[in-house]
């Protein structure tokens, strides 16, 4: 990566400022693989935790929502570098039956005057792909679950710099996205697909965003913690694929995606940093 001597000169040192809208029942494990991927990275990164407004959570303590998250009332006069909004287990649901729909309707249109780039996640990116151009989603007949090979469709695309020709990613959802719904005129470009799992990151220039319908954040044992979850409740879940050495759930699952998860985000970060104003208040002003 060569800098131009204009780009030197204007970019100063500072923290950029990541914010995670952080939609996941368990907060605690999902900030925590963010913030891990996040913390790698050899730039200063200032990390805000931010909640839907009033939005009450069941599966982490009120004390830790109080004592890290922001609401996302309050903090919408600031502006981010980044903004990253995670998935939701309710992709079921139709979008307009989720309770905090307008919010976050609100919020994606707010990303565009008050951020310089956005990550959005599995469900996070189907809903704002609805959001900005109307795209469905549909109900697949089983839960997509387990590691499937992706092909590298852009290596020349920044955001996959680094990346081999295919690599693997953990997939779980029970929807997806469709390519031949991708707006002609959108100017949105796919850079990671699956042959069995299909799309999986969409660079969106227009709204200079990435929307990624997998789970590269996810720990070692992340599928393992939902497989043996379902099972124990009884609910049909099948055997996640390519996951267990064997497919034997006693065996301890090999982590095959994390290099490129490191990958992806460090050229996300880096990308913000090579072209984000040093004045944050020009965020969404140039």
């Known amino acids: 990566m060569v800098m131009s001597e204009t ?13 995670l809208l952080n939609l996941m029942p368990k907060k605690i ?24 407004t009033n939005h009450v959570g069941r599966n982490t303590s009120s004390d830790h929502i109080l004592s890290f998250y922001q609401d996302f009332e309050d903090i919408r006069t600031d502006r981010f570098d980044g903004f990253i909004v ?5 992709e079921t649901l139709e979008f307009e039956e989720v309770t905090y729909w307008d919010e976050l309707r609100r919020i994606f249109d707010w990303t565009q005057t008050n951020v310089h780039g956005c990550l959005n996640i599995c469900w996070g990116a189907q809903a704002a792909i609805h ?3 109307g795209i469905p989603k549909y109900l697949l007949p089983e839960k997509r679950f387990g590691v499937y090979r992706h ?3 852009a290596p020349a695309s920044p955001f996959l710099r680094g990346f081999s020709d295919d690599f693997e ?5 029970w929807t997806e ?4 719904d991708i707006p002609p005129d959108s100017g949105m470009k796919i850079l990671m697909e699956s042959d069995e799992a299909g799309l999986c990151l969409l660079d969106d220039p227009a709204h200079h965003s990435l929307h990624m319908f997998n789970h590269v954040e996810y720990d070692s044992n992340s599928l393992a913690e939902e497989f043996f979850r379902d099972r124990d409740s009884g609910k049909p879940i099948a055997i996640p694929r390519n996951y267990f050495p064997e497919d034997n759930p006693d065996r301890t699952p090999e982590n095959r995606w994390r290099s490129h998860a490191h990958l ?12 984000t104003p040093f004045d944050r208040e020009r965020i969404g002003r140039i």
């Open 151 to 153: 092909n590298n469709l």
């Open 131 to 133: 959001h900005f151009y």
């Open 86 to 90: 995670t998935g939701a287990p309710i």
């Open 7 to 19: 780009d030197a000169v204007r970019q100063d040192i500072r923290p950029m400022r990541i914010g």
């Open 169 to 173: 990613i953990p997939v779980s959802r």
């Open 29 to 52: 494990v999902t900030e925590t693989q963010i913030a891990r991927l996040l913390g790698a990275t050899p730039l200063q990164v200032e990390l805000t935790l931010v909640k839907i």
């Open 264 to 275: 992806l985000f460090g050229n996300w970060i880096n990308q913000l940093y090579q072209t």
């Open 177 to 180: 996205v469709r390519s031949e």
